[in-house]
């Protein structure tokens, strides 16, 4: 049997592959990565029977075109509601296909979401480095060959196997996020701002900004004041921490964060919104709600739960549907639910 | 000792808010006993000059429960940490290759020898890494060569550079822009990947650094390239 690779064609900025990130390092600086959505990344994953944190695609809202090599090769999309389209056919943004030699599989910015996952049916066969895949472009570490994606790179695909017959779609409510409220854990530097300050955190809208990346999501809005300084001894920083520096616009690190920092964080993403504030687009307004940690920790068990069992596919029979149908995530959830 | 959440994954262990040994031996003291008997659900601990962050699956160890034995282990005296390692890593002073050890010498007003000398003369505490991969901040620099960090950054500096900045000692593994400056440069890789220890010098061990010249720099360099460990280490 012939070598079965997923090619690129064209790649706009910042296809990465990513894996569960590359854990057990930070005390020697070394950044986790991983998906900056890692419940649409496991959910690709899972509707193909990979384990959760196989290595897949993380797709930017630069968006990607592919083809298969050398075989049929089952892939998965969860994620964003990105523009999918199999040889000009569209494709709803959560489903599982099989893309043949010859056929271009092409991802394009939607009308919601910034990061779109595309998991293999079998493993994309690239060196792990300390224990993990994961792409961390600003090291050169991991992924394919230490960087983004790039048109004309071929991806081996080990024990590659073909995907349905039909494009499917993927049974996948949690998915189907309303952007909402993004909830905190308040801390660890909260003791840095003044309670009305707090408040106005937790009050005020914030617009996701342009100039976010895989590193942080910047958010503006008015600026916050601190109380006692924006110099703190660096400690160390999860993923979500929103650090507020001098300026006063705050800036929720994310999977390519730096390991320790300085400035004052004044509350924690909870771990089940980390995707959801991911995939916000520029310009989209959003809140803070303070959560305690058992609140946090419930939500991260529906969340583990909700993945634990079998992702159903769906068989789509595109004459069914209108084609506006296919451009929303939504009306697709809807279908579906209507049918289970 | 003050328990701060960030976030329901990870807990903060703050030990003070200074740059100070006693608390940094505090922080490495627990981050020993942690590692020695880590509880199940325990992810990844990252000590810093004034606290230890634990990651962990809350899942699995419940936040009331990690706190608990944080707070028996935090109350074991310091001492208990295990003894940490002294490495002597090579480092060419010369301007060559230590392109800032002749601006440094202007600012604190001594001459490029004594700068040098002052440097290799200390004994530095890795108190944490962080910024980057293989970013090592170091104390105990010698009071004379306590200079502010550059108003604005300088160019990517090479890697395995030896800096000083902000009082503070540092080496960098990666090259990329600094508001350090540069005063030498060690042929010892910090991270050798590949290897099965990849991180041989670990947060706690003590620094110390013998000026080479510029040829055997040279041929160090070469021979670290190719993997071989060309720092000295005593337990």
């Known amino acids: ?340 | 000792m003050r328990l701060l959440d960030a976030g329901e994954a990870a807990l903060v262990v703050e030990f003070g808010t200074t740059v100070d040994p006693a608390i940094s031996d505090r922080v490495l003291a627990l981050d020993a006993a942690l590692q020695a008997d880590p509880p199940a659900g325990l992810r990844e601990t990252v000590p810093t000059y004034r606290s230890l962050m634990v990651h962990y699956d809350p899942l699995v160890l419940d936040r009331a429960a990690l706190a608990e034995r944080v707070g028996a282990l935090a109350d074991r005296p310091a001492a208990a940490r295990a003894a940490a390692a002294t490495w002597t890593l090579p480092c060419c002073y010369d301007p060559v290759v230590a392109e800032d050890i002749g601006a440094v010498a202007d600012l604190v007003r001594r001459s490029v020898a004594e700068v040098a000398a002052l440097h290799a003369g200390g004994a530095y505490r890795l108190y944490m890494y962080g910024f980057a991969p293989g970013f090592a901040y170091l104390g105990g620099l010698p009071e004379a060569l306590a200079v502010s960090r550059r108003a604005t950054p300088r160019p990517p500096h090479p890697a395995n550079a030896v800096m000083i900045g902000g009082g503070l000692a540092a080496v960098a593994t990666f090259s990329m822009p600094t508001g350090w400056y540069v005063v030498g440069r060690t042929p010892m890789r910090l991270y050798r990947p590949g290897q099965d220890d990849p991180f041989p010098v670990g947060v706690g061990d003590v620094l110390r650094f013998e000026a080479v010249d510029a040829d055997t720099f040279a041929a160090l360099d070469r021979r670290a390239e190719a993997g071989e460990v060309v720092a000295r280490k005593e337990a």
């Open chain 1, 1 to 340: 049997m012939s070598p079965v690779f997923l090619s690129v064609l064209a790649a706009g900025q910042g296809a990465t592959l990513q894996d569960h990130g590359r854990h057990g390092w930070l005390r020697y600086g070394i950044t986790a990565a991983g998906p900056m959505d890692p419940l649409a990344h496991a959910t690709a994953n899972r509707a193909l029977g990979n384990p959760a944190g196989a290595t897949a695609l993380e797709i930017p809202l630069g968006g990607i075109e592919l083809t298969a090599e050398g075989g049929p090769l089952g892939v998965a999309l969860a994620g964003g509601a990105f523009r999918i389209a199999l040889d000009g056919n569209l494709v709803p943004p959560g489903a599982a296909l099989t893309l043949r030699p010859g056929e271009s599989l092409t991802v394009r910015a939607g009308r919601a979401g910034a990061w779109l996952y595309l998991a293999v049916a079998g493993r994309i066969d690239v060196p792990a480095m300390l224990g993990s895949t994961a792409t961390h472009t600003r090291s050169g570490f991991g992924g394919f060959r230490g960087r983004a994606l790039q048109a004309g790179d071929r991806l081996p695909v080990a024990n590659a196997q073909p995907g349905p017959g039909e494009v499917c779609t993927l049974v996948a409510p949690w998915l189907d996020r309303d952007p909402g409220e993004i909830r905190v854990v308040l801390g660890p530097q909260d003791d840095y701002f003044s309670q009305d300050q707090i408040a106005a955190f937790l009050e005020r809208p914030w617009t996701v900004t342009a100039k976010g990346d895989r590193m942080a999501c910047f958010l503006d809005g008015t600026p916050l004041t601190h109380a006692k300084g924006y110099n703190i001894v660096s400690d160390g920083i999860a993923m979500g921490a929103i650090q507020v520096p001098g300026e006063g616009w705050p800036i929720v690190l994310m999977a390519d964060r730096q390991s320790t920092g300085g400035y004052p964080k004044i509350a924690t993403v909870i771990g089940p919104d980390l995707g959801r504030l991911a995939q916000a687009q520029p310009g989209t307004r959003l809140r803070f709600a303070a959560v305690g940690v058992a609140q946090a920790v419930a939500a991260r068990r529906a969340e583990a739960e909700a993945l634990a069992g079998p992702i159903a596919l769906d068989p789509l029979v595109r004459t069914d549907f209108p084609s506006e149908f296919l451009l929303g995530r939504n009306l697709v959830g809807g279908v579906v639910d209507g049918r289970a």
